[in-house]
């Protein structure tokens, strides 16, 4: 069996198992196009991101995920289940109790809270064009009316607020989940697009930070035509801290 889908309350998830498992897992959390039903997921339906699934099960990992509310924008109802999810693998599937982590886009705002929340159970994580700050991904969409309303009401939604709290809860927010990580952490950055330039500014400054603190954290910036080298980067950043049971 290659991968199952099932339900968890009321979000479905799916889990792709390796041909030959090594014992460890990843943990997926997608971006605000992700989503998982009965019979598939955005990431056995996208070319690229199924070529990451396969090389990734080739390397005999075993990969989960859920489909966290849809576009839950890190809200804490998204945190909680992606916590329900790993309890249930590991009380469901043959995995080391420490996993890996891939989040893409809004995704990072989950790793980033579980990193924090669960440190000692995660070994490593990658982050792909990683929205770190809500705040900040919110005043780059101001210049797009029509997708800068949309954000607010999917962020009112999320967190069950009326949409003029909505910049009263970011300055809350931005309680910096991006210090003090303790667990290694890789950025890969596709410069693709206006907006991943503009969030690359916005990793320069981090970087500066992380680099004060001796935080764990690096960033690595590629093409879009070397995407496909992303799951070898992967497993040889993983394989780094996979020495220690």
């Known amino acids: ?27 997926v959390i997608g971006d605000d196009r992700h989503f998982v039903d009965r019979n598939c997921s955005f990431w056995t339906q996208n070319e690229g991101k199924y070529s990451l699934i396969k090389n990734l099960r080739e390397d005999g990992y075993t990969l989960f995920y859920s489909n966290l509310y849809g576009r839950h924008w890190g809200s804490n109802r998204a945190v909680e289940k992606a916590q329900c999810l790993y309890e249930h693998i590991l009380r469901t599937e043959i995995i080391n109790e420490k996993i890996h982590i891939i989040a893409e886009g809004m995704g990072a705002l989950v790793a980033l809270r579980l990193l924090h929340e ?32 949309k954000l607010l009401k999917e962020l009112a939604v999320s967190y069950e607020i009326e949409t003029d709290k909505v910049t009263e809860l970011l300055t809350k927010h931005e309680k910096n989940l991006t210090s003090g990580v303790k667990v290694p952490v890789r950025i890969i950055q596709v410069l693709a697009g206006g907006r991943a330039y503009k969030q690359s500014e916005y990793l320069k400054k981090r970087s500066i930070q992380w680099e004060n603190e001796n935080s764990p954290v690096s960033v690595f910036y590629i093409l879009p ?3 496909q080298r992303m799951s070898s980067q992967m497993t040889s950043f993983f394989s780094k801290y996979e020495k220690v049971l």
């Open 1 to 27: 069996m290659e991968s199952r889908n099932f339900q968890l309350d009321t979000e479905w998830c799916m889990i792709h198992y390796p041909n030959k498992p090594s014992g460890f897992g990843i943990l």
């Open 118 to 149: 669960m440190s000692d159970l995660i070994r490593s994580a990658v982050l792909i064009n990683p929205i770190l700050s809500l705040k900040h991904h919110l005043d780059q969409e101001k210049e797009h009316k029509f997708f800068y309303k």
């Open 225 to 227: 035509d070397k995407k």
